[in-house]
């Protein structure tokens, strides 16, 4: 028994030097141009699957909106911006560059076929060590993660003419124009998609603290942090006046009286018969998928304060149960929009 314990010591001990050695002199060749060994190769990609389908989100977890259109477009105008580089577009090749990647990332229309949604959240979010895959860019929410797993459901079968057809293309004017139409319109509309805020009801100071909220990080939204960094900083005071003197359109028919809830909400976001604040958002004439969506992030704290004036929300919202919230939200949202002013 003596002799077999000091032969397994001494081979720890010639295992601990040349692991040592491989890494102190360097011995280990991380060249992309070597592949892994066989063995290697089969034992990190097994891993890579089975820790997807060990972690994701329960089947069931998955939204009701993920067939949804405006879900899907806003998922293809992150996707194009953010994955296209590596993972390319429906009916497109990947570039030398990526296809010289080890490992090389999996086209969009493998990819796509090859897991269910949850495997895709799930992969979207966390990202994959060791494969320049990155992790989303917040954590404390994943509703926006959904938007991009609802485009990739679409993908298996999609052209590359279907997929230009979830790109609006608008000309560049102003500077930065063009990449923020991709998911809110030039007119800030954004096609009527409810899952996009419209921000041609808003002032130019709100849009500018907003925008400036999400570059720093404070205000949390994977797409909106990409998207705010996207465009020089220079830019985004012309951006937010440019759909600040958007015309919100015309105006829906008059709504009933407000639910109950509402009288609370008036006093920062009116209607006001005063000209409005202008560090508030207006809701009036927002789409209520979008309203609805920000009340339960307030509500489950999953919405940080990136303003003082927005710190008041935390204490606004945290009693509303999902009834309460859809009533507001329907009800702002039949509001005549009212011009900046």
């Not at 077999?4 to 890494?23: D, K, N, P, Y």
């Not at 920000?294 to 304060?305: C, E, I, K, T």
């Amino acid at each position: 028994m003596r002799q077999v314990i000091l032969t397994l010591a001494a081979l720890a001990v010639l295992g601990a030097v040349a692991g040592a050695a491989t890494i102190g002199l360097g011995l280990f060749n991380v060249s992309a141009r070597i592949d892994h060994l066989p063995p290697v190769h089969w034992a990190l990609h097994t891993t890579f699957e089975q820790n997807v389908r060990l972690r994701a989100p329960d089947p069931a977890a998955v939204p009701a909106t993920l067939e949804d259109p405006g879900m899907i477009r806003l998922g293809a105008g992150h996707y194009d911006s953010a994955c296209r580089f590596c993972h390319a577009a429906p009916g497109e090749a990947q570039s030398a560059t990526v296809r010289a990647m080890n490992p090389v990332p999996p086209h969009i229309t493998e990819a796509a076929a090859k897991w269910q949604p949850h495997h895709l959240h799930w992969i979207i979010d966390n990202g994959v060590k060791m494969s320049g895959m990155p992790h989303w860019p917040s954590r404390a929410r994943d509703d926006d993660v959904w938007a991009v797993v609802a485009f990739l459901a679409q993908v298996p079968g999609m052209t590359a003419q279907d997929y230009d057809g979830l790109l609006p293309r608008v000309a560049d004017r102003p500077a930065g124009l063009a990449y923020c139409a991709t998911c809110h319109g030039a007119d800030g509309r954004g096609g009527g998609n409810p899952h996009v805020p419209r921000l041609d009801i808003q002032g130019a100071p709100y849009l500018e603290a907003a925008l400036e909220a999400y570059r720093q990080g404070r205000r949390d939204s994977g797409i909106m942090h990409h998207a705010a960094r996207a465009v020089e900083p220079a830019l985004l005071p012309g951006l937010a006046a440019h759909f600040a003197s958007r015309d919100p359109g015309a105006a829906p028919a008059p709504a009933p009286p407000g639910p109950p809830g509402t009288e609370a909400c008036r006093a920062c976001h009116g209607p006001w018969p005063e000209p409005r604040n202008p560090l508030f958002p207006e809701l009036a004439g927002q789409h209520a998928a979008y309203t609805a969506t920000q009340l339960r992030l307030w509500r489950d704290g999953l919405r940080a304060a990136s303003t003082p004036q927005e710190a008041l929300m935390k204490k606004a919202a945290h009693a509303l149960e999902d009834a309460d919230i859809d009533a507001i939200a329907a009800w702002y949202a039949a509001l005549p929009a009212a011009p900046d002013g």
